[in-house]
């Protein structure tokens, strides 16, 4: 199973904010999107990734005045992507190994996409479901 797989059921919509604006409506736009990240694009340039984790730490440091800092003193700078192409079982070890849970997903130097440790967890979910599934029915017409 690929990313690509991923995304054609998911879709392909990437929420993402300016790096000049301001944590507040960064947090905003997570909070009602329900979503844990949103990628920092200025125009289609991918300049870094905003997380909850990051929103935390930044509080945690610098109180509450931080939600008045622009997004891109508080975003992660170093963006680890992916491709359609990758398999689940790679992003599965980069996440674990980065201990990160989103990945944009990157073809030819443009953003397509975004695939969170819960798209994958849903994904596996379904696989093993189908699995199990076959086995019931093979094992009815055994």
């Keep these: 199973m690929t990313v690509r797989s991923i995304l054609n059921n998911k879709g392909h919509q990437v929420m993402s904010v300016e790096p000049d604006a301001k944590l507040a409506v960064a947090v905003k736009l997570l909070g009602e999107k329900k979503i844990g990240a949103v990628l920092v694009m200025n125009q289609s340039r991918l300049e870094g990734i905003l997380s909850e984790r990051d929103i935390v730490r930044v509080i945690g440091e610098r109180g509450a005045g931080a939600l ?4 891109s003193q508080v975003m992660t700078r170093k963006v680890v992507t992916c491709k359609e192409t990758d398999t689940v079982a790679e992003l599965m070890e980069v996440m674990t190994t980065g201990k990160f849970r989103h990945l944009p997903v990157i073809d030819s ?3 397509v996409g975004l695939i969170s440790i819960g798209d994958i967890v849903k994904r596996r979910v379904q696989e093993y479901e189908s699995e199990q599934e076959a086995l019931r029915d093979y094992i009815k017409t055994a």
Excluded: A, L, M, T
């Design 68 to 71: 008045e800092e622009p997004v």
């Design 109 to 111: 130097g443009k953003v």
